[in-house]
């Protein structure tokens, strides 16, 4: 199949804003079997059981069929999808929630999880994927942003898909902090062969939504834990300490977890905690940085606590160049790469 198809696919499912979709080029789209195919792998529920919510459907359907009438040359002979078009009309039929209901209802939302060098031209069901469900608009009114995956752990995920980024999880005992959806936390146990994962957020509400997430994704199982973790409390006798016994971090992971003030000094309280119980540890922790001071905030606060800090050289792809795990690169994206104090420095 084409890759331009498969790209408009992966997109589609992963509910990339409509703004920047790569559409298929009108030679493509006026192809009544490629009209076919669209149908059948993007909008047919029998066959794709975790679709997007009807609304994005909509947004992605309406488009669709005008371009596919503007790729028309000769109407006699060439012809429209009546699946597509009833799938249209079905969708517009439907009574759907209003705005301020559908923010809270959960989507289902699929990443494709390629390497970035990856080529584009595998078949749908041959592709690694993760699959969530996330609330992707609920943020006002709510006490956490956790119910959707953000910029900076897509980027993450991006680098540990590459070899060097993989080798740096696969055999290890990995733990992520602030975990959110779980995206890091899964990727790591479905497609970097993590020996064992920890996932743990601070809110009980997001612990919940990832634990289906786990078992939406078939790793509701011993090697993967699920636990609330606040930052800042002492790890003495904790579940935490317990289980570093049996299987001791090799990797600690974090994205999107640097954007408030308040709670850095908890976090590198924590990290100098994890660093006590576990010298040899490595912490990698990615960053959007929409506000510069918070991040530098950060950055200062592990160099007072005398860790040892460098950035990651991995750029984000151009959106118009990605293959897979679409993200927004306006805002700059960092990987800092950090390990605990040197033998001999005091705590």
Not at 98 to 123: D, G, I
Not at 278 to 299: S, Y
């Amino acid at each position: 199949m084409d890759p331009q198809l498969i790209l408009f696919r992966r997109q589609y499912f992963q509910l990339f804003d409509t703004a920047f979709l790569c559409w298929p080029p009108k030679p493509l789209l006026r192809d009544i079997d490629v009209q076919g195919w669209l149908y059948t792998n993007l909008f047919d529920a029998q066959r794709n059981p975790q679709l997007p919510p009807e609304s994005y459907q909509i947004r992605i359907l309406k488009p669709l069929l005008n371009r596919i009438e503007n790729a028309i040359e000769d109407p006699e002979e060439d012809d429209i999808s009546d699946d597509l078009m009833t799938h249209l009309s079905s969708l517009m039929s439907m009574q759907l929630p209003a705005e301020t209901t559908a923010v809270q209802q959960k989507a289902y939302v699929t990443f494709s999880c390629l390497s970035p060098s990856a080529h584009s031209s595998n078949t749908p069901n041959e592709e690694p994927t993760i699959t969530l469900l996330e609330r992707r608009h609920l943020i006002s009114g709510s006490l956490t942003t956790g119910y959707r995956t953000w910029e900076a752990a897509l980027h993450l995920g991006s680098y540990l898909l590459t070899s060097e980024g993989s080798s740096l999880i696969a055999g290890k005992n990995v733990l992520e902090l602030g975990a959110g959806t779980g995206f890091i936390s899964i990727l790591c146990a479905k497609h970097l062969e993590a020996k064992h994962l920890t996932t743990t957020d601070g809110d009980e509400g997001v612990i919940e939504s990832l634990k289906e997430n786990l078992f939406l994704n078939e790793l509701d199982d011993k090697n993967v834990n699920a636990s609330v973790l606040r930052w800042g409390h002492g790890l003495a006798g904790s579940w935490v300490e317990e289980e570093c016994e049996t299987w001791p971090y090799d990797v600690v992971l974090g994205a999107d977890i640097t954007y408030e003030k308040p709670a850095i000094a908890a976090l590198i309280t924590t990290l100098r905690l994890l660093f006590n119980l576990l010298p040899g540890l490595k912490v990698l922790i990615a960053g959007a940085v929409r506000n510069i001071e918070t991040f530098e905030t950060f950055r200062q606060a592990c160099v007072r606590s005398k860790f040892n800090v460098h950035e990651i050289d991995f750029e984000a792809k151009p959106m118009r160049e990605q293959i897979a795990l679409f993200y927004a690169t306006a805002v700059p994206l960092k990987i800092l790469s950090i390990t605990g104090p040197d033998p001999g420095i005091a705590k």
